[in-house]
């Protein structure tokens, strides 16, 4: 079945960092990928997203780009604040599925 | 706009006893999902309502969990009798449509924690 594996954490940078935080997926046919973060006390957000091999999706500075030939979809930031401290999902949708399923998220921590 | 709302925010319960959460879709949203978080480990689809009808229960765990969603606006999860490997985040998400191209909205999470 769909699956989504993504490296643990914790992980701590420092302010400025750079950051990657990898994810591979197994999946049939043509998946949506997804990053959704969850930031302290707050519900899970939708970061970025691709539906298509060769996408890239981006938002506040991150960006990910969908990889068919590696089955991958790495989370980057060239800079990262402390604001980015969060716990971050990757996440696949099946092309006629209803249901998103996740990776064991990542916890990001970043000291000033 | 309201986002999705669930209720409570945390709940500690013994083992044995009953606890019914509670998720508010955003208006409109006849699509409504329920997926929690045990363990900090992956977040784990439990059901799918299209209005009040239940589209795929397939995640689920055992016939301690019941969900409804009567009249198609709220839903509840209850959990009867509560056991220690339910504790966890529960999370309740919804959209406007089926599909790839529905973005599903996620609520702040019940924390459970069966003790």
């Known amino acids: 079945g769909n699956s989504v594996t993504q490296m643990e954490g914790p992980v701590t940078l420092s302010e400025e960092a750079f950051l990657t935080i990898n994810c591979t997926y197994t999946a049939t046919g043509y998946p949506s990928l997804f990053w959704y973060v969850q930031y302290p006390g707050e519900g899970l957000q939708l970061l970025l997203k691709?539906?298509?091999?060769?996408d890239k999706g981006s938002n506040k500075g991150f960006e990910a780009t969908y990889r068919k030939e590696t089955t991958s979809f790495h989370l980057e930031k060239g800079s990262v604040q402390v604001s980015d401290s969060a716990v971050y999902f990757c996440?696949?949708?099946?092309?006629?599925?209803?249901?998103?399923?996740f990776g064991s998220g990542t916890r990001l921590s970043i000291r000033p | 706009e309201a986002g999705v709302t669930q209720f409570p925010s945390h709940s500690v319960i013994e083992k044995g006893q009953t606890v019914t959460l509670r998720c508010d879709p955003i208006s409109g949203h006849d699509n409504l999902y329920w997926y929690r978080r045990v363990m900090g480990k992956e977040i784990k689809f439990l059901l799918h309502?299209?209005?009040?009808?239940?589209?795929?229960e397939s995640g689920m765990p055992n016939n301690r969990f019941l969900a409804e969603r009567t009249g198609g606006t709220y839903s509840t999860l209850k959990v009867q009798p509560a056991e220690l490997e339910d504790s966890g985040v529960y999370f309740c998400?919804?959209?406007?449509?089926?599909?790839?191209?529905?973005?599903?909205?996620f609520g702040p999470g019940t924390r459970l924690t069966v003790t």
């Open positions: 309502f299209v209005k009040e009808s239940k589209q795929d």
């Open positions: 996440a696949l949708r099946g092309s006629s599925a209803s249901k998103i399923i």
């Open positions: 691709a539906t298509k091999a060769d």
């Open positions: 998400a919804s959209s406007l449509g089926q599909g790839g191209i529905y973005e599903q909205y």
